[in-house]
Each structure stands twice: as structure tokens, then as C-alpha cells.
């Protein structure tokens, strides 16, 4: 065999050798596959920012075109009765002690947690729908369920919604068992329902967005009944 051949052979040897170890070792040691968040995690986000691999099953709602406040188009449909609260440690800015004080109102119902910035940037919305329809009837109940520990303290919370312009009733769920009872997959803040007159949830939005339907929503059924 010739010289020249038998460097040939050595150099395509030697590169053989550099891509198998190219293979296996890479940049450092292999890393993992992203993991996706388990299901019964409780997440402060937006559907769209959850971790790789995570789903969220998708929701119902009622899609009407607002044309301006007035709703259109038809009935929201009904997703499931509503369920209650389960072991609140008390409620603030109210005189309610169950949700049962609302049984044929139409309310609002968010879960959310003071220290959420997507929580935060909820608040200019539902305080515009509860000014423009909190005289006809409408009443707004925001659910506090505390993501870490500084979060449930009660001083805290108050000074929270004094800065957040937050003037409609609070329940302190301090151990997230109603947060949990209600979102029994999944589990996010903000995460906002409309309740009917019958005690029924017609409207279900997790995260930002959605505010065309949430006053459609209750404009519809505020003029139509349940």
C-alpha cells in the first residue's frame, strides 16, 4: 500500500474518532429535556407561558362581539355550577359571609394573588366593568389565594388593594383550598368566572385578555336574566 493511501486511511480514521466523540460529549454534559410543570401545579401565568411541554385543556366561552358595551349575538352557554368556598379564613371590604349571600346576582369571581403582576394588570378592567355595572346589579368577589408566605398576611393585602384600587369584597383563602376546589386540573392566577342569577358559571378565562367577552358576558346576562 502506497504512503499517500495510508495517510488517507489515518485521516479519515482520525475524523471518525472526533464526530463519534463530538456525539456523546457535545457542549459539557447532556441536558435534560425540558420537564413540564405537573398537573396540579399552581401557576401565575398566562396559558401561552407555561413550561414546555405543559397543556392546558382548553375552555369553553362564550364569544360575543362587543359594539359599544351593548352584547351581541347569542346566550353564553352554561359550563358547570359554581362551586362555594371552602375553609376562608374571612373576608375583607364586605358584610358576606358565603357565596350564598349572592344566590341570584351576577357576579365576578377572580382568583388572584397580590404580589401577580398579570393579577396587577387585570385590576383597570374589572374595575371598569364594575363601575359601569356594579349599579345594575353587578358584584365583583376577588378570591385572594396567596403564592408564597408574604403574601397572607392581612396588612399586606389591605395596603395591596389600596394601592391596586381594589374596592369590591375579598375572601382571604390563606391555604388555597377554594383556589383549589374550583380549579381542580390546572390551577392559575388570575383566573376569572362569571357567575349567573341560577348559581351557574358562564364564563371562564385564565390569565390576561379576554375583556370583550367578560362585560359582554355580564351585560347579557344582567339584561336577560339566567
Known sequence: MSSSRVLALAALAIFAVAVVAATFVGDGDPQPAPIAAPDNADLATEPTAVEAGASVEPIEQAVLPVENGAPLGAAPP?????????????????DYTSLDDLDGQVFIVEFWTFGCFNCRNVKPHLRAIYDQYQPGGLEIVGIHSPEFDFEKEV?????????????????????????????QDRRFWPRTYIVDQNGDIRYDHIGEGGYDELEATVAWLLENGA
Open 155 to 183: 396588612a399586606s393585602i389591605e395596603n395591596a388593594a389600596l394601592e391596586q384600587n381594589v374596592n369590591w369584597p375579598i375572601v382571604l383563602d390563606t391555604n388555597k383550598r377554594t383556589f383549589r376546589t374550583w380549579q
Open 78 to 94: 352554561v359550563l358547570r355550577q359554581r362551586p362555594g368556598l371552602v375553609e376562608v379564613d374571612g373576608w375583607l371590604q364586605s
